[in-house]
């Protein structure tokens, strides 16, 4: 069998795939290649090369990191220029606030030297 260098290719999935297409991918080649849902058929000498490399491709695909690492190593190499390219995240909406009421309450009764504060229960959701 021969070697594919290309995670994309292994994989069977073009650079401007998104994170639940690779793992979707990854999953359908881990069930149809994997020792133990083979099937009882003859053993192909390959298939242990293959599944090493579709978990090589899964684990450097699987880190928008190293997936960025690996996609501007290939533009430095020249690989093919004119595929597609992934467009870059939208930035992360900054989180809501959180608004907190101060209402004055009288003060709490004392009984035996602790102070009491007795109330209607509250459940926030």
Known sequence: M?????PYRVLGLTPAASQ???ARAYRRLLRRHHPDTRGPGPADPGA???LQQILAAY???R????RA???HTDLLRGADPGRQRRAPPPPAPDPPRIR???VPRPAARRMFGITVRIGPVRWHH
């Not at 021969?2 to 290309?6: C, E, L, N, P, V």
């Not at 880190?63 to 190293?66: F, K, L, S, T, Y």
């Open 100 to 102: 907190v009421r101060i």
């Open 59 to 61: 684990t450097l695909l």
């Open 20 to 22: 639940s297409e690779i």
């Open 48 to 50: 242990d090369e293959h």
């Open 2 to 6: 021969s070697i594919d260098r290309d």
């Open 69 to 71: 690492a690996h996609d």
């Open 63 to 66: 880190d928008p990191g190293r």
